[in-house]
């Protein structure tokens, strides 16, 4: 999938874009552990059914959004977006083993609600940091190779959980086996060298964003749109149980998700430096649409509900990095952490709509219309993508 062109720029990327992204790799190997078993653990042994997760999913994702502008604004200010990613690491890393002594669901949320925090801390700071290692002609492979590696671990996580489980290991200690590249992952985040910035000067915070470019609030409105139709992915793997998939291979099918998107994360990113941010999310949100139409239409699992996993991975690697290679795009250069800081707000704070709509839906009336909302949502995205947001003589360079 890569050239030999491709590789030897990858190559040129400084440090600081591949330590990151080593980083997101172990990181999300430790979150992955955890994260396909969640549903499990929530239904089997804590008693709880969709409208729960909602609320879990939902309420711990907005709350990092939310701290996800603060901190993308504090980053502006200070020009220091390490003491951040370090605190932010520590604050998940250690609050998830602790699953393993939960029993009842609100404690659960507590940490699901740390863990969060964690992540709403870093976050901003963290893409503000990446977007200024590279110039603009690279950002999309920059943010796709961040991507790539973060999926790595993805693969990763829950590999070991399947192994772990193989073996007749319980839940619960699974979970604490979550500690050890957690603590990896902090002490290589206390390594990470931030170039030495002056402080930017006081500048007034908008919550109106008459300080961004039009261009950018519109693509917030996308974005909105698209992420109330993209409620927690742990609703997918709670699909593949009740299609028959049993509990051993639900980690398995969570790591083929992230194979895919680990593989074409890099090189579909590069291609929008080449070709336009526009063309990859129209075909990102046209694929995600369309996967959550067939998987809420599927009547048994099989070979073709693989598939169709796979092809959930694709919408992954044409998205996830182009989405924030966009943000940097868009965003006046003095305001790239305030821009990242909406823009991971915008896709959060939606979170908590999707995920409670979703989970009713899906409880109250059937799985299958939950499904078609999110699809639609995706598919009304793309249309606005293309005819709204970038239209291709928006006089925008990246329209094309």
């Not at 402080?199 to 300080?211: C, E, Q």
């Not at 966009?326 to 995920?355: C, H, K, Y």
């Amino acid at each position: 999938m890569l050239s030999a062109a491709m590789l030897a720029t990858l190559r040129s990327l400084p440090r600081t874009v591949w330590f990151i992204g080593l980083i997101s790799l172990i990181n999300d190997a430790a979150s992955d552990m955890l994260y396909p078993l969640i549903p499990i653990y929530l239904a089997s042994v804590l008693m709880a059914g969709p409208r729960v997760l909602g609320l879990i999913e939902g309420i711990a994702e907005a709350t990092a959004s939310l701290l996800k502008l603060f901190s993308g604004v504090v980053v502006d200010r200070t020009r220091r977006a390490k003491p951040w990613i370090v605190f932010g690491y520590a604050l998940a890393g250690f609050a998830r083993p602790l699953i393993a002594f939960v029993t009842a669901w609100p404690a659960l949320l507590c940490i699901r609600f740390a863990d969060r925090i964690g992540k709403g801390l870093r976050s901003s700071p963290r893409d503000a940091l990446l977007a200024a290692s590279v110039p603009a002609a690279q950002r999309g492979l920059a943010f796709g190779l961040h991507r790539a590696m973060d999926n790595a671990g993805a693969i990763v996580g829950p590999l070991v959980a399947a192994a772990l489980l193989a073996t007749g290991m319980a839940l619960r200690d699974v979970f604490l086996w979550s500690l050890a590249p957690a603590i990896l992952c902090l002490l290589l985040a206390t390594a990470i060298r931030e170039p030495a910035h002056e402080a930017a000067a006081y500048k007034p915070f908008d919550w109106r964003l008459n300080d961004m470019p039009p261009v950018f609030r519109r693509y917030l409105v996308v974005v909105a749109l698209f992420t109330l139709g993209n409620s927690s992915n742990m609703f997918l793997l709670l699909r593949a149980r009740e299609l028959g998939v049993g509990e051993a291979q639900i980690p398995l099918l969570w790591a083929a998700i992230s194979a895919v998107a680990t593989i074409f994360s890099t090189p579909l990113s590069a291609l929008s430096d080449r070709f336009g941010r526009r063309r990859l999310l129209v075909g990102g949100y046209l694929a995600y649409g369309i996967f959550y139409i067939a998987l809420g239409s599927m009547a048994t699992d099989g070979l073709w509900l693989f598939a169709l996993f796979g092809f959930y991975g694709l919408f992954m690697a044409a998205t996830e990095g182009v989405e924030k290679a966009l943000v940097a795009d868009l965003a006046p250069s003095e305001q790239r952490g305030t821009a990242f800081g909406w823009f991971n707000l915008t896709a959060g704070i939606m979170l908590l709509p999707a995920s409670l709509v979703f989970g009713w839906l899906w409880q109250g009336v059937a799985s299958w219309l939950a499904f078609a909302f999110s699809g639609a949502c995706a598919l009304l995205a793309a249309l606005l993508m293309a005819r709204w947001v970038l239209p291709r003589r928006s006089g925008i360079p990246d329209a094309d």
